[in-house]
């Protein structure tokens, strides 16, 4: 579950699935959210690949 429902609070990455309180930011998207530690690995998975070609 991306967004809390009315019964549910704790919210989770939609990738790791990490909670808030796991992680140091979370950023949120429309019914998704993203922590930092997952933002940090795209961003290498793009540099690796950028430097490659």
Same mark, same amino acid.
């Given at each position: 579950?991306?967004?809390?429902?009315?019964?549910?609070?704790?919210?989770?990455?939609?990738?790791?699935?990490? =909670?808030?309180?796991?992680?140091?930011?979370?950023?949120?998207?429309?019914?998704?959210?993203? +922590?930092?530690?997952?933002?940090?690995? +795209?961003?290498?998975?793009?540099? =690796?690949?950028?430097?490659?070609?």
């Amino acid at each position: 579950m991306a967004r809390p429902s009315e019964d549910d609070s704790v919210i989770s990455c939609s990738f790791c699935h990490k =909670d808030q309180g796991q992680v140091r930011k979370m950023v949120a998207g429309p019914d998704v959210y993203i +922590c930092s530690e997952c933002i940090g690995l +795209c961003n290498e998975l793009i540099a =690796d690949e950028l430097q490659a070609s």
